[in-house]
């Protein structure tokens, strides 16, 4: 069990050294920020001026060990564009990108497993392949087109609902968030459908999968025939045992909302960290750009390695391998 | 009758059987043959600046210029024609799609067919590699690629055969697992056949059904991930107009209600990505010893 855990930590950690490589590398031989930064008609003088404020003419090495000191002391570097620590850019643009993600994760979860359920439920009827190839097209729709869509139906054509930004914020037990006024919900309610889109498709499939395996097991015919209706078998004995590993693999799936939302962030210009990475892509600020990814990819290596060890407690097989390697 | 041309009529029969997945090969047909002929399929040559006139700029589908060239989708913000604008994204998406698809195929079985041949460190090694790259969501693997290096052709191409290679890999060795336990490979070391040679004569063949499966879900993946990618601006540069560079360039007339130059290319990339997932989807079907 723990050279198991040991080994995976270790792992986790040589990812993330790769990682930061990487990303510092690859940044550092792109593009020249200063051209970017400083006026074209700024002197010599001056051009040399801010490059050494930058740190920009040191060796990329020497550039490298400072920025890991720095990370370490949890200081990633000041954006180029905003002159603020890139670290606190982001964390100041995390809540909107959570809220996204948590709304369309609720929206994806009432509209998918309704439908999963009756399409496990009755698999010949009609409706129910009607179901699958609707989640086959939601596959294979692409997420930024939908969004497009979205917005020229619902808020040029109609006007029904805002397409940009996050709307007013309101606070419930000192959480800022825009989903606690009417104003924000109108905000999130497109994009949030529009993220949860990719999602609905896979909880059907999973929840279809899963509801027509339950259907054979003993317990369900047991319930059949003390002559249960088939409304409570369906919400009550087929409901709870499928919402069991669909709430693991969604939860689990919770990074990919964040990773996806840098797409419907820009196209709605919702102001989250998606929208951010994408912005200084184009301006090329280096500093938010490694910071970014190197705290989502923090994020990601230590959820798996999280997943990894409750898995060890669930499944013995995975502990038995990992104590003989 | 000749086994071969037997066991493809057999295929075809198998295949047959689901009219959707019919009709979606039909569809993917024509849309490979657009891709592939686009210069001389089009009605005009959009990236031409001798017949592309700013004049046109916007028009809404079915209408005429003052030189009587109908356009039947509209014409984008530069005064092209959208038909032959799609014909030629097509092309360029569906070019990236592909290759990137080919290449990774190609990287994922050799990994993944080494690793099941030799197994012991090597193999735990590149199945580890394997996992954690998984663990990423493809967006994101594309995105550090293409954040840290800047975009690009090449660089595209590099991304979406890093975020498929694993699949395929996976896949291989799963499949190339079970083979090693069957007597043609017993027979074929006893010939002392090169490990090459019985990896990839002998053994890659019989991994074929499971990776084509894979390659066309992950190839339409593909397609629909570089779309997402150009879209951004982060994919393709502008001298490549995919498709997803199409719909991007529509996306700012959108506000003034000039819905065809983004929905049009649209359409044509759903359409694309949706025949290849449904003829995919049924493949994997037929090749599913479970469901027999």
Not at chain 1, 9 to 15: D, G, N, P
Not at chain 1, 111 to 135: F, H, N, R, V, W
Not at chain 2, 94 to 102: A, E, N, P
């Amino acid at each position: 069990m723990t050279p198991f855990i040991f080994t995976r930590l270790a792992q986790s950690v040589l990812v993330l050294f790769i990682m930061s490589l990487l990303v510092f590398g690859g940044v550092n031989l792109v593009g020249d920020p200063v051209e970017m930064l400083i006026n074209p008609e700024a002197d010599q003088a001056e051009v040399e001026r801010v490059i050494r404020e930058l740190g920009l003419d040191r060796p990329v090495t020497e550039q490298y060990w400072y920025f890991l000191v720095n990370a370490f002391k949890g200081d990633l570097g000041d954006s180029f564009i905003f002159g603020e620590p890139a670290l606190k850019l982001i964390i100041q643009r995390m809540p909107a990108t959570l809220e996204l993600a948590l709304f369309s994760l609720f929206i994806s979860l009432i509209i998918a497993i309704p439908l999963g359920i009756y399409a496990g439920y009755k698999p010949e009827s009609k409706t129910s392949k009607i179901i699958m190839g609707g989640s086959i097209l939601g596959f294979s729709m692409p997420t930024f087109w939908v969004g497009i869509i979205f917005i020229m139906i619902f808020a040029v054509h109609f006007g029904w609902l805002p397409s940009t930004g996050r709307g007013e914020i309101g606070t419930f037990l000192g959480i800022n968030s825009s989903l606690f006024t009417l104003n924000g919900l109108s905000h999130v309610f497109l994009p949030a459908l529009n993220l949860a889109l990719f999602k609905i498709s896979s909880v059907i499939r999973l929840t279809r999968a899963g509801t027509r395996e339950i259907i054979l097991q003993d317990y369900i015919t047991f319930a059949r025939s003390k002559g249960l209706s088939e409304k409570r078998i369906v919400l009550v004995h087929i409901l709870k045992n499928i919402l069991i590993p669909i709430v693991t693999v969604v939860g689990l799936e919770f990074g990919s909302l964040i990773a996806f939302s840098t797409v419907t962030e820009t196209v709605f210009a919702w102001p989250g960290m998606g929208k951010l990475i994408i912005d200084s892509i184009y301006n090329l600020d280096r500093p938010v750009i490694v910071a970014y990814l190197m705290i989502i990819v923090t994020f990601f290596v230590f959820l798996n390695l999280i997943v990894d060890i409750l898995y060890t407690f669930l499944d013995p097989r995975v502990r038995i391998k990992g104590d003989s390697q | 009758m000749n086994p071969k041309i037997k066991k493809i009529k057999e295929f075809w029969k198998d295949f047959s059987s689901n009219k959707v997945a019919v009709v979606s090969l039909i569809v993917f047909m024509l849309i490979l043959f657009v891709a592939v002929f686009a210069p001389l399929v089009s009605p005009t040559d959009p990236y031409d600046l001798n017949t592309v006139s700013i004049m046109n700029s916007r028009l809404a589908p079915f209408s005429e210029d003052f030189s009587g060239n109908y356009f039947l989708l509209g014409t984008d913000g530069a005064g092209r024609d959208m038909v032959s604008a799609i014909f030629y994204g097509l092309r360029v998406s569906l070019g990236v799609g592909v290759l990137s698809g080919i290449f990774a195929l190609i990287i994922g079985s050799f990994f993944g067919i080494s690793a099941a041949f030799f197994g012991g460190k090597y193999e735990s090694v590149v199945m580890r590699i394997v996992d954690i790259q998984l663990s990423f969501p493809s967006i994101l693997v594309a995105l550090i690629i293409l954040a840290a290096f800047g975009k690009g052709v090449e660089k595209t191409i590099i991304a979406l055969i890093l975020v498929q290679w694993a699949y395929y890999a996976r896949t291989a060795r799963s499949s190339a697992l079970v083979e090693l336990n069957k007597e043609y490979v017993d027979a074929a070391r006893c010939l002392a056949f090169s490990n090459t040679r019985i990896m990839f004569k002998h053994i890659l063949p019989n991994c074929m059904a499971p990776l084509i499966v894979v390659g066309t879900l992950q190839t339409a993946h593909a397609i629909s991930l570089e779309a997402t990618l150009s879209f951004l601006g982060l994919g393709l540069p502008i001298t490549e107009p995919s498709l997803g560079l199409l719909i991007g360039n529509g996306f700012e007339y959108m506000y003034s209600g000039d819905y065809w130059i983004s929905i049009f290319p649209g359409v044509a990339l759903l359409i694309t990505v949706a025949s290849i997932n449904l003829v995919g989807d049924h493949l994997r079907d037929m090749f599913n010893p479970r469901l027999h």
